[in-house]
């Protein structure tokens, strides 16, 4: 992120997760209490309320950028622990004769007792970003027939049926970019997924590091206020898994629907050196009018 460009991902993922902390600590932990009062800081900045909200903003802005910085993985591991009842449900509802296996055959379905599947289950939740795995094995088979295709033959054609190639970040980074240069509406939606994502990962460090500090810095926060906090943190924590799942079937579904209109996937010259280049057209074709 370039923190010369402010824009609504930096004051929805930054400046409203770090204001919120910079609020609770001021108002609610004693030892900041005690060091903005008792230091006659707060009796130096009366009737400076410029001064105070240049300094707030910036401030906030510091530690928003901080928690920024700090990857949403850890917050998807939670999830994991908050799912784990749900998982386990879903797997019990998934396990009738007229469920088990896929119609596809390139799509792994694990066969066997409960607890091999939910084992399965398990491991598609904690799959990192981009989720590859989940994104074949769950989305696809819900998917049109023709998308389903192209995805698996281009898993074959240019990653060798190898998963583990396509599940790094140069992938996905790569249809990213085809999607936004192909759109501006895709292009909004992408910004708009980015910055929600930013919101509910600096959102739940920020409700994290506020209920760890009523657990060891005594912040006087009401029982009310406390069951509110810890609420906000399940239901952020919950949706952040959710978003991010949307955000890849958003690329990859325009992705796809994309390079109907391209002769050649664009993808391959950023994934595979081996793949030789496009014929150019043919001279006979008529020019675009």
Known sequence: MNIFKFGRGDFFGVIIPGAFLVIN?????????NIFYENTIAASLAGKEGLVTTLLFVLSYIIGFALRLLTPSFIEWLSIIIRFPYIIYRTLRETGPQQIGSS?????QPQGGIIKRIKYKVSLYSERFPYINWFFDNYLEKTASSQSKFFFELLANEFGNNRTRMSGHHFINSCKLLVKQKSTALHDELIFFEGTIRFLSGMSYALGVCLLARLFFSATYSNYLLSLYCLLFVVFVWRLRHLRWAEVRSILSAYAFACRDIPQCPISSLTSSRREPAAPASSTTPPNT
């Open 25 to 33: 600590f001021t108002f609610f932990v004693p030892a900041m209490k």
């Open 104 to 108: 596809n055959p390139n799509i792994y």
